[in-house]
């Protein structure tokens, strides 16, 4: 009985290991309501919700995606929520071995605010700490898509700070992106 303890254990210890490793900073909809306030809501269903709009990824916007996150991007769309100038991303990116939900809010351009919502990994959770996420604020995409700043990096995290890093670039991306489609004229489609 004992063995059959122990080996049980052995099997399941993992599993509840990797459970416990998620941890929920703030929910997505509350970061949205956040960035956009009461602008960016609509009554619906006896409660407040955040509009959300969907961006549709043409061959080349994935292809750039692909480059940026050095790895296969399957995705044909994302969500997005835009009032005015800002735009607000909720994207995800594995970081050593789970994916790391990180919101991300752009304005004119620059980010204006990041901030890990759900990490999954056993380590490298130092991230999600303002003195991290802040480096990212006033943050622009240069002509070959990396940030016009360096990002510090922190020991014991190098692959959540890369994760989160190909998420800002990506979120400076989509956004460049529609204020392009934004920009074309009804003349010119």
């Known amino acids: 009985?004992?063995?059959?303890?122990?080996?049980?254990?052995?099997?399941?210890?993992?599993?509840?290991?990797?459970?416990?490793?998620?941890?929920?900073?703030?929910?997505?909809a509350d970061f949205v309501t956040q960035a956009l306030g009461s602008q960016g809501k609509s009554?619906?269903?006896?409660?407040d919700q955040a509009k959300a709009k969907v961006f549709w990824f043409s061959a080349e916007q994935r292809q750039v995606i692909e480059e940026i996150l050095a790895?296969?991007?399957?995705?044909?769309?994302?969500?997005?929520?835009?009032?005015?100038?800002?735009?607000?991303?909720?994207?995800?990116?594995?970081?050593?071995?789970?994916?790391?939900?990180?919101?991300?809010h752009v304005r004119h351009g620059q980010?204006?605010?990041?901030?890990?919502?759900?990490?999954?990994e056993s380590r490298g959770d130092e991230v999600r700490h303002d003195f991290?996420?802040?480096?990212?604020?006033?943050?622009?995409?240069?002509?070959?898509?990396q940030l016009d700043k360096h990002i510090d990096g922190i020991t014991g995290?190098?692959?959540?700070?890369?994760a989160l890093?190909?998420?800002a670039r990506i979120a400076l991306y989509l956004d460049r992106q529609l204020s392009l489609q934004n920009t074309v004229s009804p003349d010119d489609t």
């Open 132 to 145: 991290f996420t802040d480096q990212f604020k006033s943050a622009t995409l240069t002509k070959d898509k």
């Open 1 to 28: 009985m004992k063995t059959l303890i122990a080996l049980l254990s052995l099997f399941l210890l993992p599993l509840t290991q990797t459970q416990a490793a998620q941890s929920v900073y703030q929910s997505p």
């Open 165 to 167: 890093t190909k998420l």
């Open 111 to 120: 980010i204006y605010r990041t901030k890990v919502l759900i990490y999954r």
């Open 157 to 162: 995290a190098t692959l959540s700070v890369r």
């Open 43 to 47: 009554k619906g269903k006896g409660q």
């Open 71 to 104: 790895h296969d991007f399957r995705p044909l769309r994302t969500r997005y929520w835009q009032q005015g100038d800002d735009t607000v991303w909720i994207l995800e990116e594995i970081g050593k071995e789970a994916p790391i939900t990180v919101g991300i």
